[in-house]
T-cell receptor, first 112, second 108 residues
Framework: GAGVSQSPSNKVTEKGKDVELRCDPISGHTALYWYRQSLGQGLEFLIYFQGNSAPDKSGLPSDRFSAERTGGSVSTLTIQRTQQEDSAVYLC??????????FGPGTRLTVL | GQNIDQPTEMTATEGAIVQINCTYQTSGFNGLFWYQQHAGEAPTFLSYNVLDGLEEKGRFSSFLSRSKGYSYLLLKELQMKDSASYLCAVRHDYKLSFGAGTTVTVRA
């Protein structure tokens, strides 16, 4: 595609529910990243994919967070049993061999 | 660990110059990125420094000193549309570690 796309753009959910966030990277980009940005904060690294493998999951905040990537393309970030502190903008980025990262527009998650 | 510091806010007048400093102490270094982020939008790439020195790109320039763990982003001939957050990010292997960002407000 022309750029990184993410869906949904906004998600409001109730505490305790599960949510799935989707990322479509730029076609041909081998690397995919998930970040979280809380209000007034910098980007917090969550997880990195090279192809379908996730060599670095060190940024995932807890075992309620998981992510997968299929076909070397689309990735899904799943948050189980959401908590209010999970409210943030979740950004996805892709790059070719670790060069410049191109960011998607993000998903704004609000947990009530 | 990663420690990346930049000022929280800066204000400047339209047409002026502003310099945003970034200092870093990181466990590894493969380059430094600057990104621009307008409110409610995704970060967009501005510059990438791997070697020491100044990289100029139109009204924006970025400088790097690896021995000092220091970089700056220079914005010249400021325009109202330059009001945004500017993020400094250090690359180590594939991973980027971001500073909290500097909010620049351009006033008429």
């Amino acid at each position: 595609g022309a750029g990184v796309s993410q869906s949904p753009s906004n998600k409001v959910t109730e505490k305790g529910k599960d949510v799935e966030l989707r990322c479509d990277p730029i076609s041909g980009h081998t690397a995919l990243y998930w970040y979280r940005q809380s209000l007034g904060q910098g980007l917090e690294f969550l997880i990195y994919f090279q192809g379908n493998s996730a060599p670095d999951k060190s940024g995932l905040p807890s075992d309620r967070f998981s992510a997968e990537r299929t076909g070397g393309s689309v990735s899904t970030l799943t948050i189980q049993r959401t908590q209010q502190e999970d409210s943030a903008v979740y950004l996805c980025a892709s790059s070719w061999k670790g060069n410049e990262q191109f960011f998607g527009p993000g998903t704004r998650l609000t947990v009530l | 660990g990663q420690n990346i510091d930049q000022p929280t806010e800066m204000t400047a007048t339209e047409g002026a110059i502003v310099q945003i400093n970034c200092t870093y102490q990181t466990s590894g270094f493969n380059g430094l990125f600057w990104y621009q982020q307008h409110a409610g939008e995704a970060p967009t790439f501005l510059s990438y420094n791997v070697l020491d020195g100044l990289e100029e790109k139109g009204r924006f320039s970025s400088f790097l000193s690896r021995s000092k763990g220091y970089s700056y982003l220079l914005l010249k001939e400021l325009q109202m549309k330059d009001s945004a957050s500017y993020l400094c990010a250090v690359r180590h292997d594939y991973k980027l570690s971001f500073g909290a960002g500097t909010t620049v407000t351009v006033r008429a």
